[in-house]
C-alpha cells in the first residue's frame, strides 16, 4: 500500500518539534522528524516517535455516550446535544451562569481553545473557564506580567546555544523537554557553564558545574541569597538597573537581610556554591535561564516567579540573546490556551475579562452580550460544586481525577455535579465519571495551530480521518452554540476562519495568518505592524509596562512540613517516557516496557533504615489519602525525601499532594507535602487503585 507523509507539530511537550506523520489505509503507522524544523532540528525524544501509538485506534472513543444507570450507552450527536443544552439552559434559568463552566485543553489547538472561551462567554455568559495551566505555570503568568507585563518565555530555544552560562532551576529538560535537554548538553560539552537548582539529583545535575541542591520549598531564601551575594560584591548591572528598572535600592535593602549564614541554613546549601552561582551567573555575557514546576507548584508559587525575575533583572540578563527568563511550558500547546484566553481573568491575548472596554469590545464583536461577573478557577468549580452551588461543567481533554491535587476532592466534587460531560480520546478516568462523553479528533484528524514554549505559532495539518463520529472540539461547540440559542456565535466552517477572527482580536497575533506561518515554518509573537515577521527576543528595548518591577518578596514556608506521624517530605516529578496522565504514552508497548507502573523513589539510606529493599511493594499515606506502589532506591533523592511521578492511574500521586494553594492563581502546592510509608509483605503485589477507592470520609 502507498505511504504518504504528512507534516504536523509533536502533540507531547511544549518544545513543538516538527513530526512528520506518515499514513497509510487512514492510520498513521509511523513518525519520522522534520530535518528543517527550527526547534527540533531533525530530532525527537522517545516520546515523539512513539506518537502513533498514542492517536492508534485502539480503545479510541468513536461515538456519544450518555449514562443510563450507571452504564454507558451509544447514542446519536443530536439525542447528546439536545440533553446537555437542555441541561445547561436550565442550569443557568435556575442558578445563573456561575452554575456553569469550561475546562479546556492545553492539548487542543488554538482554534479548539479559542471556540472554548468564546462558548463560555458568549453562550453560557460565564468567565468559569480554565485549563490545567491551572496546576503547572499559572505563577509564570500572573509574576512575569507584574514585573514585566508579560507572562512567557522572553527568547528562543535556540538561543541556549548562545549562552555561555544556563541556569536551570526546579526543572529536567532531559527528563520533560528532551530536545531543549539535547540543547543544554550540546551547549555544555561546547564550553558553557550549567548551574543546575534543584532538591533531586537529577539526570542534567549529574552534567552540572554547579548543583545547588537545596531544600525543598527553599526557593526565594536562595533566589535572596544570590541577589544579597551579588549586590554585596557589587556584581549587578547597574546600567541595566538605571535605565531599564525601577525600586532597586528597596530590592537591595530587602535582600540584605538574607545573609549567607542565614541562607544556608534555610536551603541547606554551603555558602561557597552559593557565591560561585552568583559570580557565574552575574558575570556571564549571555546568561540563559530556564525554570519549571519546581519553581511554580508551592503556595508560594508566584512570589518564586518574581525572586526569579528579580534575579535576572538585577544582572541584566533579558532582552538580548542567549538570555532570558524562560518558563518551560509542559504541554503541547498549554502557551497556547493561555494566549487564546482560557483563563477566567483574560479574554485573548491576556485582554482583561473584567475591564469594561474589553467586554464591550468582545461583546460587540461576537454580536451578543457577554460575560460581566469574575470567573473561578478549574478548583474553584470543584470548590463550589462540593458545596452544591456549581452544576454543569465541560472538560476537554483533561482528566483531573488523575493529574488535579487531592484526587478524593476532585472525585467527590465532580460526583456533586449535576451534569458533567467530557469531551476525550479515550476513556480516561475522569471520563469514567461523566454524565456524558463525547469522541474528539486527534490533532492528526484536524487542522490548526499549536504554540510552542517560546511562542511558535505552528500549523498542524490534518493527516486523517477522525475514527467514527469523533469530531474537532471547535466543531463540537459550534454544534452546542447552535444547540443553545446562539446559531451565529460560533458557525466557523473551518479553523481559519477561527484563527483570522482570533487575529482581528488581537494585537500578538494580528500579522499572523495560515499562509505566513505555513511560508516561514511557523511564527513566534508579538507578531504584527510593529513585527511582521514575529519576535524571536522579548523586551530588547522596553517592557510591556515601561520599566521593569523589582518586587521584594520573602521566604514562605510549605503549608505542610514532615512531622512524627508522617516523617517524610514528598514530592512529584515526570519521567522521560510519559507524559501527562498517561492516556496516550501508555498505549505505546515500548514505552511501557520502559517504566510499567507506578513507583516511589527512596534515598538508600532510608531504605536501609527501614529494612526495604528496591522494587519492595510499599504503602504511602498522607493526609489526604492512602496507595500503594513499588520502591526504587535512589541516590537522586536526599534523606526525608521521597519523589513520585503523577503518570500512573494505578497509583495517583494527586491522592496524596496538597491542595494548599498560592493566594494568587490559585496553584496548589503539588511540590511538596509529608507521607508516611509501611513496607508490605515480600512478594506482594501493589494494589492497583481504582475510582471505587475514593475515601469518601477524606472529602472536604
Given amino acids: 500500500m502507498r505511504q504518504t507523509q504528512v507534516n504536523s507539530i509533536c502533540p507531547f511537550c511544549g518544545v513543538g518539534c516538527g513530526i512528520g506523520l506518515v499514513k497509510q489505509d487512514n492510520s498513521i503507522i509511523t513518525v519520522q522528524p522534520l530535518r528543517h524544523h527550527p526547534v527540533s532540528q531533525g530530532k525527537l525524544c522517545a516520546k515523539g516517535w512513539n506518537t502513533a501509538f498514542g492517536i492508534s485506534r485502539y480503545n479510541r472513543l468513536t461515538q456519544p455516550l450518555m449514562k443510563v444507570d450507571g452504564e454507558f450507552v451509544s447514542v446519536s450527536w443530536q439525542t447528546a446535544l439536545t440533553k446537555i443544552a437542555t441541561q445547561m439552559r436550565g442550569f443557568i434559568t435556575d442558578y445563573g451562569p456561575q452554575s456553569v463552566g469550561v475546562i479546556s485543553s492545553a492539548r487542543a489547538t488554538n482554534e479548539d481553545n479559542y471556540a472554548a472561551q468564546k462558548f463560555a462567554r458568549a453562550v453560557l455568559k460565564t468567565n468559569n473557564i480554565d485549563h490545567c495551566a491551572r496546576i503547572c505555570h499559572s505563577p509564570s503568568v500572573a509574576g512575569l506580567k507584574k514585573t514585566l507585563g508579560s507572562g512567557a518565555m522572553t527568547n528562543s530555544v535556540d538561543d541556549v546555544a548562545k549562552a555561555d552560562v544556563i541556569l536551570v532551576i526546579g526543572a529536567d529538560p532531559t527528563e520533560n523537554h528532551a530536545i531543549i535537554g539535547g540543547q543544554i548538553i550540546q551547549a555544555k560539552l561546547a564550553g558553557a557553564k550549567l548551574i543546575v537548582i534543584d532538591p533531586r539529583r537529577t539526570r542534567l545535575s549529574l552534567l552540572a558545574d554547579l548543583h545547588l541542591q537545596l531544600n525543598i ?5 536562595l533566589l535572596n541569597g544570590l541577589l544579597n551575594i551579588i549586590f554585596e560584591h557589587n556584581w549587578q548591572n547597574d546600567d541595566f538597573l538605571t535605565r531599564r528598572c525601577e525600586d532597586y535600592t528597596e530590592l ?4 540584605a537581610e538574607y545573609t549567607l549564614d542565614k541562607v544556608t541554613k534555610l536551603t541547606g546549601v554551603s555558602g561557597e556554591k552559593l557565591i560561585q552561582a552568583a559570580k557565574l551567573y552575574s558575570q556571564a555575557n549571555a546568561a540563559f535561564l530556564a525554570y519549571g514546576m519546581g519553581i511554580t507548584q508551592f503556595v508560594s508559587g508566584t512570589n518564586n516567579v518574581i525572586a526569579v525575575s528579580n534575579l535576572v533583572l538585577s544582572c541584566g540578563q533579558i532582552g538580548r540573546e542567549g538570555t532570558g527568563i524562560n518558563p518551560l511550558r509542559g504541554q503541547n500547546n498549554v502557551q497556547g490556551a493561555c494566549d487564546m484566553g482560557c483563563l477566567p481573568n483574560v479574554y485573548p491575548d491576556y485582554q482583561s475579562s473584567t475591564d469594561p472596554k474589553v467586554i464591550d469590545k468582545f461583546s460587540h464583536a461576537w ?3 457577554v460575560a460581566n461577573q469574575a470567573g473561578l478557577t478549574s478548583l474553584g468549580m470543584s470548590r463550589q460544586a462540593r458545596q452544591g452551588k456549581f452544576k454543569g ?6 482528566d483531573p481525577v488523575v493529574t488535579d491535587p487531592d484526587r478524593n476532592n476532585v472525585a467527590q466534587g ?16 475522569t471520563a469514567k465519571m461523566a454524565d456524558i462523553v463525547l469522541p474528539a479528533a486527534s490533532f492528526a484528524e484536524k487542522q490548526g495551530t499549536f504554540t510552542n514554549c517560546e511562542r511558535r505559532v505552528q500549523l498542524i495539518n490534518q493527516a486523517i480521518d477522525p475514527p467514527g463520529d469523533a469530531k474537532a472540539d471547535w466543531q463540537i461547540l459550534s454544534l452546542l452554540a447552535t444547540e443553545m440559542g446562539q446559531s451565529n456565535t460560533m458557525n466557523w466552517q473551518d479553523s481559519q476562519q477561527i484563527f483570522d477572527e482570533m487575529a482581528q482580536l488581537t494585537d500578538s497575533f494580528s500579522g499572523m495568518s495560515y499562509p505566513l506561518l505555513r511560508q516561514h515554518n511557523g511564527l513566534q509573537w508579538p507578531c504584527n505592524i510593529q513585527s511582521p515577521l514575529g519576535t524571536r527576543c522579548l523586551h530588547a528595548d522596553t517592557f510591556p509596562i515601561g520599566k521593569g518591577k523589582l518586587i521584594p518578596v520573602d521566604h514562605v514556608a510549605t503549608n505542610e512540613t514532615p512531622d512524627t506521624d508522617y ?3 514528598f514530592t512529584t516529578m515526570r519521567l522521560h517516557y510519559h507524559y501527562g496522565c498517561g492516556s496516550m504514552t501508555r498505549k505505546s508497548p515500548l514505552l511501557e516496557r520502559e517504566t510499567p507502573d507506578g513507583l516511589l523513589y527512596m534515598h538508600p539510606q532510608d531504605a536501609q533504615d527501614m529494612g526495604l529493599t528496591n522494587h519492595q511493594a510499599v504503602a504511602v499515606e498522607s493526609r489526604r489519602g492512602y496507595l500503594e506502589t513499588r520502591l526504587v532506591i535512589s541516590e537522586q533523592v536526599v534523606p526525608g525525601l521521597l519523589s513520585m511521578p503523577y503518570h500512573f492511574k494505578e497509583a495517583p500521586s494527586n491522592l496524596l499532594t496538597n491542595d494548599a494553594m498560592d493566594e494568587v492563581t490559585e496553584m496548589p502546592e503539588l511540590k511538596a507535602c509529608a507521607v508516611r510509608v509501611t513496607a508490605l509483605p515480600i512478594g506482594d503485589i501493589p494494589k492497583a487503585y481504582t475510582l471505587d477507592d475514593v475515601v469518601v470520609g477524606a472529602v472536604q
Avoid at 217 to 221: D, E, K, M, P, V
Avoid at 252 to 255: D, F, G, L, Q, S
Avoid at 418 to 429: G, K
Fill in 252 to 255: 537591595k535593602a530587602h535582600v
Fill in 567 to 569: 516523617p517524610f517530605w
Fill in 393 to 398: 461543567l465541560f472538560i476537554f481533554g483533561e
Fill in 414 to 429: 465532580i460526583r456533586d455535579m449535576e451534569l458533567v460531560v467530557v469531551i476525550e480520546l479515550t476513556m480516561t478516568e
Fill in 217 to 221: 520549598g527553599s526557593n526565594i531564601a
Fill in 367 to 369: 454580536g451578543t452580550p
